[in-house]
């Protein structure tokens, strides 16, 4: 493996982590007008900087982990983390590799690492959503098991055509 996987444990990888969420913010805002608009509905400037300043809390130990990827140079490769949506649930977010680390693994490796922790921490399954405008997510999501399913929490009737919903269950 030509990258290593940890959680956030320093102010240098929280920095790292939200210099990632910034960049895949532009990637959604880029990849063409519907993510634009329900990037900047959802987390529009403002309430991204709030939500960037508050990460380590929202998503803290023991019913969440904020992971960093780093190369072997020691290079930020991709971030990934997940909250509790309830006493069952495990959401996971922002999970991001940036294209000169893609093809690697790293996502599929982030996303079975926040799989692995939510079911240590006992939730009996795990959430997630993307656009459908992003591929590369919809075919990791299937590939590693989670299931397509509607929405898990309140959404805007205008924007489902434009959001796929999965879970997985933890449970055997």
């Known amino acids: 493996m030509s990258f290593q ?3 956030v444990t320093s102010a240098a990888d929280l920095d790292a982590v939200r210099a990632l969420c ?3 913010r532009q990637v959604l805002i880029d990849n063409n007008p519907v993510d634009l608009e329900i990037t900047e509905r959802f987390y529009p400037v403002p309430k991204y900087e709030t939500l960037m300043a508050g990460l380590a809390q929202e998503h803290a130990r023991p019913k969440g982990i904020i992971l960093l990827a780093r190369d072997t140079t020691g290079l930020p490769a991709g971030c990934g983390m997940s909250h509790a949506l309830d006493a069952h649930t495990s959401e996971i977010k922002r999970v991001f590799v940036p294209e000169s680390h893609r093809g690697q693994g790293i996502a599929a490796h982030l996303c079975t690492a926040l799989v692995d922790q939510a079911r240590e921490d006992g939730f009996t ?4 959503d993307t656009s459908t405008h ?6 990791l999501y299937d590939k590693l098991g989670f299931a397509r399913r ?3 929490q309140p959404m805007p009737e205008d ?3 434009h959001l796929l919903f999965f879970e997985k269950s933890l449970t055997a």
């Open 125 to 128: 399954r795990v959430v997630l």
């Open 5 to 7: 996987i940890l959680p």
């Open 159 to 161: 924007l489902l055509p």
């Open 150 to 152: 509607g929405p898990y």
């Open 134 to 139: 992003l591929p590369a997510a919809k075919h």
């Open 22 to 24: 910034w960049d895949y």
